[in-house]
């Protein structure tokens, strides 16, 4: 693979010098992540390979830091549509929806972080806490809104904790087994509709 450099980023950019890595790494790991090297992703960026080590250990920590920056975008998607939700029956299969669509948008990303990554990282753990706790509190807002108004189950019927990590496991579960073990791809309205149906079936009175 022939190199492709960006101009090197002014120094004092900080931020645009981060921006500039995690945004070569994303390029490059979609065409070849083994051949997707640190000198690689640092030349096409436009900056050294010493400021890739220093903000990164490794390829797979770039990896995750490309993959919180995607979630902070859709976390950002999902507010926004479920603020316009009058239902919390509505408001949850828009996350599940949303959160399918999404991810079937940037699938070969996804499928590579599961692969190469995986969530029990101890350092991937790490830098994915802010953004499971901001979609950890959508749901909490979503689920709490519904106990509220008689919808969904009350407590202690209903552990509002552990349907969080059914709701998370549910969805995260479904794609690996999709992406990777089957090496399929999504059909994210078909299956949201399906898992949405069956997440509800345990909240619903």
């Known amino acids: 693979m022939g ?5 090197t980023q002014p120094r004092y950019d900080v931020l645009g010098r981060y921006t500039a890595l995690l945004d070569a790494g994303e390029t490059l790991f979609c065409i070849g992540y083994e051949q997707a090297q640190p000198q690689l992703i640092a030349d096409t960026a436009g900056v050294s390979v010493g400021l890739f080590y220093r903000h990164f250990k ?8 490309i993959i919180v920056r995607h ?22 299969q828009m996350v599940v929806l949303l959160t399918l669509r999404y991810f079937h948008q940037h ?13 029990g990282d101890i350092a991937a753990t790490e830098q994915l806490q802010s953004a499971r ?11 709490e809104d519904g106990i509220a108004q008689g919808i969904f189950l009350n407590p202690p ?13 549910t969805i995260n579960w479904t794609l690996y087994d999709l992406l990777v073990v089957q090496n399929q791809n999504l059909e994210p309205e078909v299956l ?14």
Do not use: D, W
């Not at 975008?73 to 919390?88: D, E, F, G, R």
């Not at 209903?158 to 969080?164: D, E, H, K, W």
């Not at 949201?192 to 009175?205: E, G």
């Open 3 to 7: 190199k492709t450099t960006k101009p």
């Open 58 to 65: 490794s390829k797979q920590e770039l990896l995750t830091a």
């Open 71 to 92: 979630l902070n975008k859709l976390h950002l998607q999902i507010a926004q549509a479920v603020s316009a939700c009058s239902h919390p029956i509505e408001a949850m």
């Open 107 to 119: 699938q070969g990303l996804i499928k590579l972080f599961f692969m190469q990554v995986g969530y």
């Open 133 to 143: 706790l901001n979609y950890r509190n959508i749901l909490l807002t979503i689920i």
């Open 157 to 169: 019927a209903l552990n509002v904790q552990i349907t969080i990590n059914s709701i998370i496991g």
């Open 192 to 205: 949201a509709t399906q898992i949405s149906s069956h997440l509800l079936r345990s909240l619903a009175r």
